[in-house]
């Protein structure tokens, strides 16, 4: 084997995971062009064509498929050995890329974020914000924040962020306008906003508890949203009634934005999880974000979670 036909497999690698040039590029920090440039030279030195092409998408070949098989865990451990080597060295530093929710981002990062960068200036972040479940080994990314009872067994869990409740709230405006209800049931009779959950498609149920009796409703309201900020904001304009985890709104709750409803009707969640493949070191850098949030007060909300909800239009 010639040893130019190792060049190009890490660009092959990232094409491969992302099915797209622009995106490996972006990866990479380099053009689509030579993305392109350098899978163009890899497939002429092998002899044989790696994706299929075409003006919207790019995929395997089979032959590609076969490749991809045999060279992805050689390709993988030889990043992981620069990863450690250069981990070994310095301050924590490079890139740390993060999926995450965006109720998760709302709750736990963007209220840290200013303080985590200012502690270690060598440390990027990339933050992917999607609700639906992804596999972060295939996709590159350094870790994941979900709800731990969606964490595969596989993966190393580290708990963080605030103990969270279910929480009913409302505007003082809407309240005003449509009355209080003072039982679980008495939702039926009120605008309640609902979100739909884009990883299944399904409408969130209204779950209640109360001692020994526990209520599960399925609410038709007018609206119905698939967007945690978004949810946010419709109550803060008196458009309904949303069913929220506590965290970011809290803010909202404290300066009489918002007034929490049904509160004896509460109950405890899991809690986030950070996550990480377990047949991974934990570079210095994710072990810097890990320990940053493990000794971040939560008991006291910040008023940075109010940046991210779209403001009225007259401030705009």
């Given at each position: ?113 200013a303080n985590f960068l200012d502690a270690y200036p060598q ?17 590159g990314y350094d870790a994941g924040i979900r709800f731990g ?165 007259e401030v705009l």
């Amino acid at each position: 084997m010639r040893q130019d036909q190792l060049d190009g497999l890490v660009t092959f690698v990232y094409v491969a995971q992302l099915s797209s040039f622009s995106a490996a590029a972006s990866r990479l920090g380099v053009s689509p062009s030579a993305v392109s440039q350098v899978i163009r030279g890899l497939e002429q030195r092998l002899g044989v064509a790696l994706f299929n092409r075409t003006t919207r998408s790019v995929s395997l070949s089979e032959a590609g498929a076969r490749y991809l098989e045999r060279v992805e865990p050689a390709v993988r451990e030889l990043m992981t050995a620069a990863d450690e080597l250069n981990d070994s060295i310095g301050e924590p530093s490079g890139l740390l890329r993060l999926n995450v929710p965006r109720a998760a981002y709302m709750t736990i990062l963007q209220p840290v974020l200013a303080n985590f960068l200012d502690a270690y200036p060598q440390i990027d972040l990339e933050i992917t914000l999607e609700n639906a479940l992804v596999d972060i080994v295939r996709l590159g990314y350094d870790a994941g924040i979900r709800f731990g009872e969606f964490v595969e067994h596989d993966m190393v869990a580290v708990k963080i962020g605030p103990e969270l409740f279910v929480n009913v709230v409302a505007s003082p405006d809407y309240l005003a306008r449509h009355g209080t209800p003072t039982h679980p049931r008495e939702l039926t009779e009120h605008n309640c906003i609902g979100f739909r959950h884009s990883s299944s498609g399904i409408v969130e149920r209204w779950e209640f508890e109360r001692n020994d009796e526990q209520i599960q409703l399925v609410l038709a309201g007018r609206l119905t949203l698939n967007d945690s900020a978004a949810l946010v904001q419709s109550a803060l304009d008196g458009l309904g009634i949303a069913y929220m985890i506590n965290g970011y709104i809290d803010p909202f709750i404290n300066n009489g934005s918002l007034v929490r409803l049904l509160e004896d009707w509460s109950f405890g969640l899991p809690g986030y999880t950070l996550y990480y493949p377990d047949r991974r070191r934990v570079t210095r850098k994710l072990r810097a974000l890990i320990d940053f949030l493990r000794c971040t007060d939560w008991s006291t909300p910040s008023e940075k979670s109010l940046l991210f909800v779209v403001p009225p239009p007259e401030v705009l």
